[in-house]
């Protein structure tokens, strides 16, 4: 039977479960059938799309995980809806937010693979109480996520209470640190009798600025009586419920304050591999090339998800605006390859500080540079290069004869 060695190997690698294997011994199947049947080719082709797409939009652990329960059986009183809020005393205003596992869904964070393995566990240490009692151990009840703004800190902590089943109670202490500090200590008080009385998971974002309230004040012995507040909150709240902290200026914090916490976790910027996922996720249903992606993941380096998540809705209204020219352009046959580049660019114009300076510097003032660091830092091959910025191949070519000639001649030039 002709090709039988490829089902073979695909019927191997679908025994063992290897998902990534089978697509490649299917996509071995198709080029095999390409020539000789090439409908049965397209129906294979059809069903390698339909997977990669479906990656794409869930590729991560933690996404796998969604709506498994929790076994954390925390004591108290069951949260409602119309459960009245604790309030600031001086403004009325509500110090905490409540949500609940059934609002809206937000899409679980992409943190990298070694730190969603870490989450991963950490929710299934929340989930196995009693064998963790067996061995004499308590599951952590305190992690505290830090990291640069926009990384996904607040996403990542409503992530941990949907995955626990529990409502949230979030605080975000800068809403909660009064100009008067006698205040501040009571609406820290009010907020942890609030949360330790009810089953959820307490929130606290926004957790420097507890820390930051030091540093401003010239009181520093009422400051330390709020810090005292929070620590003794934090102590008696260990046997009573789950606490959750965010912040972006760990430094700040408190050593005592610190120690608190068992779990301190780090949520870097995303590395390239992140950054491929999440531009993926913030795209649909616009779909790159393989050589776009590339120029384009490695243009963002240093954003955070925030960031990347702003470019891409930039690029999207670029794309909505100027879809009649595009068209029009596609249908007389001029070249419309450059689309992302001229998005990339207006986002450079409108929203200057999303790139580190030499990006911004090669996307708006020189072709040539860009050019080069395209095939010399990200990886493009000269035509790939040439294709993501609207240029012929020639055109390629030349230029990077002419980049060798200046160079020869530079060398040859006597400095000085
Ligand atoms: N790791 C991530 N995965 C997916 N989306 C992300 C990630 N990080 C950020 N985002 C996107 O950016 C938005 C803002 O992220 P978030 O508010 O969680 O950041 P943060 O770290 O809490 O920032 P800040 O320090 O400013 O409070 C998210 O709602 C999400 O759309
Ligand atoms: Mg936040």
């Not at 609002?103 to 070694?114: F, N, Q, S, W, Y």
């Not at 605080?171 to 009385?197: E, K, Q, Y």
């Not at 960031?307 to 879809?323: A, C, F, P, Q």
């Not at 911004?360 to 010399?376: F, T």
Request: charged residues 30%; glycine residues 6%; contains cysteine.
């Amino acid at each position: 039977m002709e090709n039988f060695d490829i089902i073979l190997a695909l019927s191997r690698m679908a025994l063992n479960g290897d998902e990534e294997r089978v697509a490649h011994q299917i996509a071995r199947l198709r080029n095999a059938l390409n020539e000789s049947a090439p409908d049965q080719a397209k129906k294979l082709e059809k069903l390698l799309e339909r997977q990669k797409r479906r990656q794409d939009v869930a590729p991560m652990a933690l996404e796998q995980m969604r709506g498994r329960r929790a076994g954390l059986q925390l004591p108290g009183e069951t949260l409602s809806r119309s459960t009245p809020l604790p309030t600031d005393r001086e403004t009325g205003a509500p110090l905490v937010r409540l949500l609940f596992p059934d609002d809206r869904d937000a899409p679980a964070p992409i943190l990298g693979p070694e730190l969603e393995a870490a989450i991963a566990d950490q929710l299934m240490e929340w989930d196995r109480v009693e064998d963790l009692a067996r061995m004499g151990v308590k599951p952590n009840m305190r992690c505290l996520l830090y990291g640069a703004p926009g990384v996904g800190k607040t996403l990542l902590a409503r992530f941990i209470g949907r995955q626990l089943c529990l409502p949230i109670v979030e605080a975000r202490l800068d809403g909660l640190v009064s100009s008067f500090l006698g205040t501040t200590a009571r609406n820290i008080g009010a907020l942890f009798d609030f949360a330790d009385r009810y089953r959820c998971i307490l929130f606290l974002d926004e957790f420097d600025a507890i820390a930051k309230a030091r540093d401003d004040s010239q009181e520093v012995g009422e400051i330390k009586r709020v810090v005292n507040t929070l620590l003794q909150c934090l102590d008696g709240r260990n046997v009573q419920g789950f606490t959750l902290a965010a912040t972006n200026h760990e430094h700040l914090l408190d050593p005592a304050v610190w120690r608190r916490f068992e779990a301190r976790i780090r949520i870097p910027k995303p590395q390239s591999e992140t950054r491929t996922a999440m531009l993926r996720r913030f795209l649909a249903p616009v779909q790159l090339s393989d050589s776009e992606m590339r120029m384009l993941v490695w243009l963002t380096e240093g954003m955070s998800g925030a960031d990347l998540e702003t470019l891409i809705t930039g690029g999207k209204r670029y794309l909505v605006l100027h879809s009649k020219e595009i068209r029009r352009a596609r249908v007389q046959g001029e070249p419309t390859q450059a689309v992302l580049l001229s998005a990339l660019r207006r986002q450079a114009t409108l929203n200057a500080l999303l790139f580190d300076d030499y990006r911004h510097e090669l996307l708006l003032r020189s072709d040539d540079a860009l050019l080069d660091a395209l095939i010399e830092n990200a990886g493009l091959t000269q035509t790939e290069a040439a294709r993501v910025l609207g240029v012929s191949q020639s055109t390629v070519s030349r230029r990077l004869r002419s980049h060798d000639q200046d160079g020869a001649l530079q060398e040859r030039t006597p400095q000085g």
